[in-house]
């Protein structure tokens, strides 16, 4: 029997399965990074050798009965990177197997569209909206990094509440339920802890990411601080998709919008702004994944063979992963 294998890649964690040609998940297994930018080549190679190693040993499927590994993974965004990691892939697995390496951003569109083209917002701790068209024209908005961009993520919307919580200390701006939700968070009782807390923190990206919850939580109790905070971030993911659909698709080209990412946990609140936003976009479907990122990773593997596949094969991706 023949097997495919995908893999996930992200900058903290990667995760990879086997699947059978139907769909069937038989075995995944989760190791750090294997983004080539912030992992060396030694590093890399170790990793993925075990990664490989664990899969075949929990499967118990040699590795030669792999037909197609597809891997999305991020860093990969520039042919440079591509071969490194195509290259050690290569070296740790018998000789011959075909395999595809992309950008995780295209897995994460896959998870969705099946293969289709479309446009996948991404926003967890940072965020970039990516696109391909019919064509197989890839473009992408955004995805910046923290420092000049990232609007939508995590680290933005939990940044944003401390501004609006700081400025409510101020005066410069209206009372908040956000300020005494973020004491409570940081354990401190005013503004200077709160700000040396952050500030002498090792990653102070760490700390503010993770007050995203502090402002849903807070919108939730209709704060009008956290709905602004909110419907900014939906207003500027809205931006970048619909920058994404007017250079990639015709005027009424029906197109899925993917939403991946932690962001969109809470499928009452930013999903729904960003359908409201959007509704000027007739054409445009937003959709919430039924698989994760790694699904789409075993799309693109069967991609890869111009193997046709039903929603029999992806109902039991989602139903095995």
């Known amino acids: 029997m023949s097997y495919v294998i995908g893999i996930d890649g992200g900058g903290t964690k990667t995760k990879a399965v086997i699947a059978d040609m139907n769909g069937k998940v038989i075995a995944a297994n989760s190791t750090g990074s294997t983004n080539p930018n912030i992992v060396s080549k030694q590093k890399l190679r170790h990793t993925l050798e075990a990664l490989f190693n664990s899969l075949e040993k929990s499967s118990n499927i040699p590795m030669k009965y792999i037909q197609f590994v597809f891997a999305g993974v991020s860093g990969a965004g520039n042919e440079t990177n591509k071969t490194t990691l195509r290259d050690i892939m290569a070296s740790c697995l018998p000789d011959g197997i075909p395999i595809r390496i992309e950008a995780d951003t295209v897995n994460a569109l896959y998870s969705g569209t099946y293969g289709d083209p479309g446009i996948v917002q991404i926003s967890g701790t940072g965020s970039i909206t990516y696109g391909v068209n019919r064509h197989l024209k890839h ?38 339920v956000l300020l005494p939700m973020i004491y409570s968070h940081f354990e401190v009782t005013n503004a200077q802890s709160l700000i ?35 419907q900014q971030a939906a207003e500027e993911m809205c931006l970048s998709i619909g920058t994404l659909y007017e250079k990639l698709f015709e005027p009424g080209e029906k197109t899925e919008v993917v939403l991946c990412g932690g962001v969109f946990n809470e499928t009452s609140i930013l999903p729904k702004l960003i359908k409201t936003e959007l509704q000027t976009y007739t054409a445009i479907n937003v959709m919430l994944p039924k698989m994760p990122p790694v699904g789409g990773s075993i799309i693109g593997a069967y991609l890869m063979q111009d193997r046709a596949f039903d929603n029999t094969v992806i109902n039991t991706i989602i139903k095995t992963i």
């Open 139 to 176: 473009e992408r908005a955004g995805g910046w990094g923290y420092l000049f961009g990232d609007e939508g993520s995590g680290y933005d919307i939990g940044r944003q509440g401390i501004i609006h919580a700081l400025k409510s200390v101020d005066g410069r701006g209206p009372e908040t």
């Open 196 to 230: 040396q807390k952050i500030y002498t923190a090792s990653v102070p990206k760490n700390k503010i990411s993770p007050i995203t919850e502090i402002v849903f939580d807070a919108y939730k109790r209709e704060d009008p601080s956290a709905k602004m905070i909110l």
